[in-house]
C-alpha cells in the first residue's frame, strides 16, 4: 500500500490526457508527490539509489479516475461492503478518488456520519473517499437535511440515490438550498408511483416472463420536471445512471437550451439490456434497468458526442443473502468497480467510444460537476495516475475481486484491459505489475 520510493520513473507509456491535449508516448517522472517531467526521453539522466522503475509494455497511463456514483455500504452494512474493501476495489479498479452514496444504515443525513467517513476513509488511506450526503432527512423525501453542515463537514454534492425525490416542491427547495452552497444535485430519477412492484424494464421481455416492469416514463417524467425546476432555479443539477433514450432526448434538448445539467451513465447499461434477464438471474436485477436496444444505443451515442458527461459504476454489492433467491426478493444493484475499465476498453476497442472521451468521462467531467481537484498528466502537477495494461486478457472471478460482494453477471466472462498501478498523490495505493496479468 504504502511506499517510501522517492523517484518513480514510469518508462515509455502511452500518456492519454485529452484536458492536456495529451496522446503520446512519453516517459513520466514522479519525485514525491509531485510529477515533475513529462516527455519522450524525461527518465534520461534520472538514476541513483531511490527511484524505481516501472516499465510494462504497451502500457496506457491516465490520470486518475473518479467515480461520481459508488455505495460502500459504511455504516451498516459491512456485510456487503465496508470502507477498507471498497477502497481497496477502488484502488484496484484504477479510480484515485470515489464519491460514496449516503444510503446507508443510517442514511448519511448528518454531519457526523460525513465527518466519520472522511476521517475513517483517511484512516485507512489509498483512494480518496469524498463522501455525499442525503438530501433529505433519512431519504424520506420530507424534509431538506442540513446541507451546509453537511458541506463542511466534506460532502461534495447531495443526493438521495436508492429514492427519488419526487415531491415537486421538496425539489424545488432543495435546488434552491443546494445552489447556496454550491453543491450539485444527484438525482436518481424514478417516480415511485409508475415502478411500484416492478422487477424490470417493462417492454416485451417482461411481458415474456410474467414480471412487473419499470417503464421509460418512470425515468423520463422525472428528468423533464426536474429540468424544469433546474432552470427555474439555475442550480446544479446531476442525473445519476441515465437509462432511456427518451432521457437522453430531454438532456440533450436542455444542454442545448444552456441549463445547468449533467449526467452519467453506466457501463452495465451501456452493454447490457433486458434480454440479460431471460434466465431470472438476480445479477441482472439493477435500478434503472437494463433497457433495450435502442436505449443502449441512445446512450452510447451520448456519451460519445459528451450529452452524457461521464461514466460511473454505481458500484452497488450485495451479499448472497440479497442475491441468492427468487427475482421478486433480490435487492438491486451490481458491483463495478472492478470491471469498469475492461469493460470500457472493450468499447473503445469495438470502435462505440473515443478513447479521448472515455478518458475525459472518467477523469476531467466527474472532477468538474463534483468540484474535486482535476488530475491529469502534465508537470507540476499532483500525482494522480492509472496505468493500464490495455492488451491483458483476464477471466473475471470472484477470487480475483477485491469487493467483498460478487454480484456481476460479468463473473466467467474474459475482458481485455486491466488496471496495473494506482497512484495517489504520489504513493502506489494498487500495485499488479509484478503480478502476472
Ligand atoms: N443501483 C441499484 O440498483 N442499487 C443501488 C441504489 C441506486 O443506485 O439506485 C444500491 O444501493 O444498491
Ligand atoms: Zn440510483
Redesign the pocket.
Known sequence: MSNSRDVLVLRRVRAVDPSNSLDAIVDVVIEGKTITRVGPRAAEGVEGERVTEISVPGAMLLPGLIDL?A?LREPGQEYKEDLVSGLAAAAAGGFTDICA?P?TRPVNDTRAITEMLVHKSRAIGGTRLHPIGAITLGQKGDTLTEMADLKDAGAVAVSD??HCVTRSDVMRRALEYSSTFDLPLIQ?CEDHALTAGAQMHEGAVSTKLGLRGWPRVAEDVIVARDIILAEYTRAKYHI??VSTMGAVRILREAKSRGINVTAEVTPHHLLLTDAALIGYDTAC????PLREDEDLLALRDALADGTIDCIAT?H???SPLEKDCELSEA????IGLELCIPLMLGLVNKGVLPLARMVDALTRAPSKIAGLPRTEIKEGAEANLTLVDPAASWTVSADRLRTKSKNTPFLGQTVTGKVVLTIVSGTVVFDATTKPA
Open positions: 456514483h455505495h452514496m444510503n440515490d436508492g436518481h445519476a445512471h436485477k439493477v435500478n434503472p454505481d452497488a454489492p450485495h435487492s438491486p444493484g451490481m
